[in-house]
């Protein structure tokens, strides 16, 4: 068995994970808000990119762009008109609304597009690749995936730590009351930390849908791949987050090395393992 590629495949494939929980990560670190209907709205943004690269002929990554800011207005209004209305320190309201959200995008989806799987036109870009050296090969698009979560999670850390509005989502999350008095509008804030978070949504989307096809039920397997990496790496941490996302995605590789059905259920072990033993993540500043 070849473990560097394992190793090395698996990696890759935790930086579509990455993309997937990068927003989850956010949405809960600044508002306290798990988003049930998460993995939908990925797939949403998949069927977008489709619609654009069908009608336009442009490439899906040509698209992104164009995807990113209407799921980044989507998510503004969203958080704006009814998320904002449920936040508290009851945790059911927003559960529960995000729950009903999910059940709505899966069935409006299933009706538009139909249960066909689809999938977007990457060209080239999904069979080429680069040759590393004794036998081991990389893929572009996953190569590229990878990259792209790394570049995400440097923005996303660079724009907490050095701009006034990472230092307003870092207020607003630690005491919104202290907050609203040396003027954050905490409403504001928050539905600006949901438009990113769906930003990022669509750039883990169209990556999605150019590496494998896609269905409007996958929405609650991505919630669940964005769940454990954001609880392996440490929740509201966003390098934390790439961290479990990459620790998952070589869990599954060494899981699928032995055999194909292996792959999804060593993951789910490792994330368990870390559930008993470290519950507030691997990488969460909270742990000693």
């Known amino acids: 068995m070849d473990w560097l590629a394992v190793v090395m495949h698996g990696t890759l494939a935790g930086g579509g994970y990455a993309l997937f929980a990068i927003g989850l990560s956010l949405a809960y670190g600044v508002m306290r808000l ?71 995008l899966q069935n409006g989806l299933l009706e538009v597009f139909s249960a066909d799987a689809r999938v977007l036109p990457a060209g080239t870009l999904a069979t080429d690749s ?23 999670t440097l923005g996303l850390s660079w724009l907490f730590r050095y701009t006034r509005l990472g230092v307003a989502f870092r207020a607003t999350s630690d005491d919104p009351h202290t907050a609203q008095l040396v003027g954050i509008k905490d409403k504001h804030i928050y539905a600006l930390a949901m438009g990113i978070a769906f930003a990022v949504m669509a750039v883990g989307g169209v990556f999605m849908g150019m590496r494998a096809s896609f269905t409007p039920d996958l929405g609650p397997s991505y919630l669940i791949y964005s769940f454990e990496a954001v609880v392996i790496g440490g929740v509201g941490s966003i390098w934390g ?22 792959g999804i259920l060593t993951g789910h072990i490792v994330f368990l393992l870390v559930l008993l033993f470290r519950p507030a993540g691997l990488f969460s500043r909270s742990q000693p």
């Open 130 to 152: 680069v040759s590393l050296g004794g036998g081991l090969a990389v893929g572009l698009l996953p190569l590229a995936t990878f990259m792209t979560a790394v570049a995400c």
């Open 241 to 262: 987050t790439l961290a479990g996302a990459i620790l998952l995605g070589v869990a599954q590789g060494v899981g699928y090395s032995f055999g194909p059905g292996w």
């Open 34 to 104: 798990v988003n049930i209907a998460h993995g939908d709205f990925i797939v949403l943004a998949a069927y977008i990119a489709l619609v654009i690269a069908v009608a336009s002929g442009l490439h899906p990554l040509l698209a992104l762009p164009i995807v990113a800011a209407i799921m980044f207005g989507l998510g503004y209004l969203l958080q704006r008109t009814v998320l904002n209305r449920v936040l508290g320190p009851d945790i059911l309201p927003p559960l529960l609304v995000t729950f009903g959200l999910a059940i709505i």
